[in-house]
C-alpha cells in the first residue's frame, strides 16, 4: 500500500465516497511527475496522479467476495480500501483483505481497529 491505516472516511459514513483515504493517496503520490495526471474526483476515489481500486475492478482481476472467498496474491499483499461503497448499509466500503482470507470483504468505513491502507492504481498509456 502506498499509505496504510487510513480510514476510508472518518465520518464513519460510507455516501461521501473515501472522503478520508483518497487526500491521503493523494498526498503521497503529488510528487510523482512522470505519471499522467487526472481529474481529481472524491466521489469516485480518483486523486490528481494515482486512484483506487474499485470492488468491479478487483473482481475482474480475481477476488471474490464469498464465504470462500480469494484474491491473487500479488493484489491482497496488504489490506487496503477499493473505492465501492458497500450498498447494503450507510456505514462500510469494500476492502482487498490480506492475512488469512485475502479476499474481498466489507468493512466499516472507521473503527476503532486498525484501517486497511490505500494502493495506487495508474494509466499507462500504450
Not at 28 to 34: D, F, I, L, P, R
Not at 79 to 94: C, Y
Amino acid at each position: 500500500a502506498v499509505v496504510t491505516d487510513v480510514a476510508w472516511d472518518s465520518s464513519g459514513y460510507n455516501f461521501n465516497g473515501p472522503k478520508t483515504a483518497l487526500p491521503e493517496l493523494d498526498l503521497a503520490t503529488k510528487g510523482w511527475t512522470n505519471v499522467p495526471a487526472n481529474t481529481y474526483n472524491l466521489k469516485s476515489g480518483v486523486a490528481n496522479r494515482a486512484r483506487m481500486i474499485t470492488k468491479e475492478e478487483a473482481e475482474t482481476i480475481g477476488c471474490t467476495a464469498t464465504t470462500n472467498g480469494s484474491c491473487p496474491s500479488w493484489i491482497s499483499s496488504d489490506s487496503h480500501w477499493t473505492t465501492t461503497a458497500d450498498s447494503r448499509g450507510t456505514t462500510s466500503a469494500w476492502r482487498i483483505r490480506s492475512s488469512y482470507y485475502k479476499d474481498l470483504d466489507s468493512f466499516v468505513t472507521h473503527s476503532n481497529s486498525t484501517h486497511p491502507g490505500v494502493r495506487a492504481v495508474i494509466t499507462i498509456s500504450k
